[in-house]
């Protein structure tokens, strides 16, 4: 899979837009992007994943630059409680034999919302 | 729809003793993940289990580890003569696997973890 670059931390104001880029500039083509968070002590949670469309769910938006090797988590209203470690992952789709099921985390984007 | 489910949420157990946490995944999935949070670290992958089949223990030490999914009850993580080290955070999570037309994707959903302190 290939590998993502993430800035270790962000912050944003409470209300606003909190935008999380994603470096994954050795993707393949059939790579999937996706995003998960950890609220402290907490398991991960699924946010989103997408392939090369936008995507929009009732949690985040993903955006994919045209060329892939990019992409951007956006929440668009940030709260208190989306404080939280971010983790970009981009993964091969599932395939008999292989092993892309995995998840590979990173060291993610540390959000803080501040009131 | 209820969550993954891991039992016990806090484990203490003594050097030598065994660690056994379960995992009840979510209604209708049948593939499960175990997954090894070191404190300040990220999740490693340790297993990943079907039904009564182990399909990948690539991430599991060799010795003192097993897993199992049996056909019946919740899937079951065991620790035997467990050691300092062993002190984490273990998650499980579970997944439905779909076929979305560019090949199967999964969206795997992950319990709240079980954490274990060996004293």
């Known amino acids: 899979d290939a590998k993502t670059t993430q800035p270790p931390s962000m912050d944003c104001a409470e209300g606003r837009a909190a935008n999380l880029p994603c470096n994954h500039s050795t993707i393949s083509g059939n790579e999937y992007v996706y995003w998960y968070r950890q609220i402290h002590s907490q398991g991960p949670q699924y946010i989103i994943h997408g392939l090369k469309n936008n995507e929009t769910n009732e949690m985040a938006s993903l955006i994919i630059t045209e060329d892939r090797k990019s992409s951007t988590l956006i929440l668009p209203h940030a709260t208190l409680r989306d404080t939280a470690v971010y983790y970009c992952i981009v993964r091969s789709p599932l395939r008999g034999g292989g092993s892309n099921y995995k998840l590979t985390f990173g060291k993610g984007t540390l959000l803080t919302v501040n009131p | 729809n209820a969550g993954v489910m891991q039992n016990p949420r806090h484990l203490v157990r003594r050097r030598g003793q065994e660690a056994r946490l379960r995992c009840s995944p979510m209604k209708g999935h049948s593939h499960v993940y175990w997954y090894r949070q070191l404190p300040e670290e990220g999740l490693k992958f340790m297993v990943y289990?079907?039904?009564?089949?182990?399909?990948?223990e690539s991430g599991m030490p060799k010795e003192r580890f097993s897993a199992e999914f049996p056909k019946e009850g919740p899937s079951i993580l065991r620790i035997q003569q467990v050691v300092r080290g062993d002190s984490a955070a273990y998650f499980c999570?579970?997944?439905?696997?779909?076929?979305?037309?560019?090949?199967?994707?999964?969206?795997?959903?992950f319990g709240p973890g079980t954490r274990l302190t060996v004293l």
């Open positions: 999570a579970s997944s439905l696997i779909r076929d979305r037309g560019f090949g199967q994707v999964d969206e795997q959903f």
């Open positions: 289990l079907q039904k009564e089949n182990i399909i990948d």
